[in-house]
């Protein structure tokens, strides 16, 4: 059974920071391109950062590029985005999903809430 299990969501100033997980399990992780796309309310999905499976290639949306860093570590089967520098325009849920390539997503997880707020 494939699982894709985020956390680390929460309520979080402007300026502050975040790290999001999302561990795997139920395929072979490491050959999975992962992502971190987020929908706020009442907008569309938007493609955040992803990394490729081995690691040595990531990629930002230009309004997170310089602020978040998407790592992997594939011993754990988790994937992880570190958020700085947060601002009340990354208020959405995030979601964590895995494919073929970064950008392709076989599989989804449920998701979870990033509230920036003061």
């Known amino acids: 059974q494939v699982q894709l299990v985020e956390s680390g969501g929460g309520l979080v100033q402007p300026g502050g920071s975040l790290t999001l997980s999302c561990a795997a399990s139920?395929?072979?992780?490491?050959?999975?391109?992962l992502s971190w796309v987020r929908q706020a309310p009442g907008k569309e999905r938007e493609f955040v950062a992803g990394?490729?499976?081995?690691?040595?290639?990531?990629y930002y949306a230009d309004s997170v590029k310089g602020r978040f860093t998407i790592s992997r570590d594939n011993a754990k089967n988790t994937v992880y985005l570190q958020m700085n520098s947060l601002k009340a325009e990354d208020t959405a849920i995030y979601y964590c999903n895995a494919g073929p390539e970064v950008g392709v997503a076989d599989y989804w997880g449920q998701g979870t809430q990033v509230t920036v707020s003061s």
């Open positions: 139920g395929f072979i992780y490491s050959d999975y391109a």
């Open positions: 990394i490729s499976w081995s690691g040595g290639s990531t």
